[in-house]
């Protein structure tokens, strides 16, 4: 059964840094590509980067470019979320997904980041 | 403002069909396949239609997805009770600035 795992989430002051992370089992984690997805509350999804399998190819959207670092250590079935000058319109859950096809099919619970003062 | 376009809402009475459509562009939904997702209340959103069309194991053929040109489609047929969630479609989308994945605003589905 595929599992993905988000940790890391919580409350931080504008323009700080945060590290997310997602453990993944159940399945080749090196044979996917992976996503981070977010929704800020009461809103909709807003895709947030990708990466490839081999970790040479990223995607992000343009509001992340430059702040936010997506990674992953095949090694530790993981896949991580590094945001840097964080904003308050950053705040939202953050969704890891494994891709089915090349959009995102299993997704963890989520966690939630909050950017306040 | 998405780049792709649902309606806010639909709704419709148990046993009935409904519709939701996902209008886009010649850069997302008329080069790339179109997803759907449902959102249960309180859930993770979860896939429902890959590749225009495909039902992942587990999906009820109830469900089912289409697309002609820039414009997509997910269709609900024998409505249930348990249906009621929100509704997203998303694509790939080909952009200047480089690719990137865009989603729908997302369709509340109400039954009756």
């Known amino acids: 059964e595929v599992q993905l795992v988000e940790s890391g989430g919580g409350l931080v002051q504008p323009g700080g840094s945060l590290r997310l992370s997602c453990a993944a089992s159940g399945f080749t984690f090196s044979s996917y590509w992976m996503s981070w997805v977010r929704q800020a509350p009461g809103k909709g999804l807003e895709w947030v980067a990708n990466i490839k399998q081999d970790g040479s190819e990223k995607y992000y959207v343009d509001s992340v470019k430059g702040r936010f670092t997506i990674s992953r250590d095949n090694a530790k079935n993981s896949l991580y979320l590094q945001m840097n000058s964080l904003r308050a319109e950053d705040t939202a859950v953050y969704y890891c997904?494994?891709?089915?096809?090349?959009?995102?099919?299993?997704w963890g619970q989520g966690t939630l980041v909050t950017v306040s003062s | 403002q998405s780049v792709l376009t649902q309606p806010p809402s639909a709704s419709g009475t148990p046993g009935q069909r409904v519709t939701i459509s996902c209008s886009g562009s010649?850069?997302?939904?008329?080069?790339?396949?179109v997803y759907w997702y449902q959102q249960l209340p309180g859930t993770a959103p979860k896939l429902l239609i890959y590749?225009?069309?495909q039902r992942p194991s587990g999906v009820p053929d109830r469900f089912s997805g289409s697309k002609s040109g820039t414009s997509a489609s997910l269709a609900i047929s024998g409505l249930r009770s348990e249906d009621e969630a929100d509704y997203y479609c998303a694509a790939w989308d080909d952009s200047l600035s480089g690719p990137y994945v865009v989603f729908g605003g997302g369709t509340k589905l109400t039954v009756l």
């Open positions: 590749r225009n069309n």
């Open positions: 997904a494994r891709e089915t096809g090349d959009l995102p099919g299993y």
């Open positions: 010649s850069s997302n939904i008329g080069s790339n396949y």
